[in-house]
């Protein structure tokens, strides 16, 4: 299993950014995927975006051109860069790692964008 902690999170204005931290108890290299979903209230828990093993990336269409998944594999890190925020962006921000099978997951962030 893996040990996730997320920050970054926080209240932003329309049009502004954010950038989310996850760090995991282990090597990035020994994880096969890790990501970042959302829960906004009232709705079901979404995927935001991916990064495998191999650096590949995959983004949800409704943040497509405006966010960006990263990683540092020194810092056992990924990163979600979210620029052009938009109200209905305010969620709680989950990172997830998929490790042998299983999937943990962190505590989650609040990432709040007032209009």
């Not at 996730?4 to 209240?11: R, T």
């Not at 860069?81 to 962030?109: F, H, R």
Request: glycine share 10%; aromatic share 8%; proline share 2%.
């Amino acid at each position: 299993q893996v040990h996730l902690v997320e920050s970054g999170g926080g209240l932003v204005q329309s049009g502004g950014s954010l950038r989310l931290a996850c760090v995991a108890s282990r090597m990035l290299l020994s994880i096969h995927a890790l990501g970042w979903y959302r829960q906004a209230p009232g709705k079901q828990r979404e995927l935001v975006a991916t990064i495998n093993k191999g650096a590949s990336t995959h983004y949800a269409d409704f943040v497509k051109g405006r966010f960006t998944i990263s990683r540092d594999i020194a810092k056992n890190a990924i990163f979600l860069q979210m620029n052009s925020l938009k109200p209905e962006d305010t969620a709680d921000y989950y990172c997830t790692a998929d490790y042998d099978g299983l999937v943990s997951w962190g505590q989650g962030t609040q990432v709040t964008v007032s209009s």
